[in-house]
């Protein structure tokens, strides 16, 4: 798998915001934090991080054995290759030194604060919850300003 913190997007993207001279804040959800390190970051800010095994837990509830092979697996109207799902399941969620973390308050695992709704993610057709977008932008925003962002 392509390590993304050398790839060249990202460091120009880096360089762009370090050129301003203001900090730098990355807030992500779900599986993109196992990709959120970005060199030279302030602070990370996660809702519902997932590693890769989790990942790989939720994706493969939509397999379909039939339509797979020894080299591709057939998930949610795709094809993917196993060895990036295998590469996937091992990844381990990156340790930033300065994190805030925001997770469903049915999931018991640590977090910063808890808050309720309902996983969209896990419901059979696509919705959307303006009460917990407005939430997670109050707290984006909150966040930011404590780290140095005005």
């Known amino acids: 798998m392509t390590n993304c913190h050398n790839s060249r997007p990202l460091s120009a993207i880096r360089d762009t915001l370090a050129n301003h001279g203001r900090p730098i804040l990355v807030a992500s959800f779900r599986a993109a934090c196992l990709f959120d390190t970005l060199p030279g970051a302030s602070a990370n800010w996660r809702f519902a991080p997932e590693p890769g095994d989790r990942l790989v837990r939720t994706l493969m509830r939509t397999e379909i054995q039939d339509e797979s092979s020894e080299t591709l697996i057939f998930v949610n109207g795709q094809w993917v290759s196993r060895g990036l799902v295998d590469e996937l399941s091992r990844l381990p969620l990156p340790d930033p ?21 309902s996983p969209l993610w896990r419901h059979a057709e696509p919705g959307e919850d303006p009460a917990l977008a407005e939430l997670l932008a109050e707290d984006i925003l909150q966040w930011a300003v404590t780290c140095g962002i005005s």
């Not at 030194?97 to 709704?117: F, G, K, P, Q």
């Open 97 to 117: 030194s300065r994190l805030r973390t925001l997770r469903l308050a049915t999931d018991r695992t640590e977090a910063d604060r808890h808050v309720e709704a």
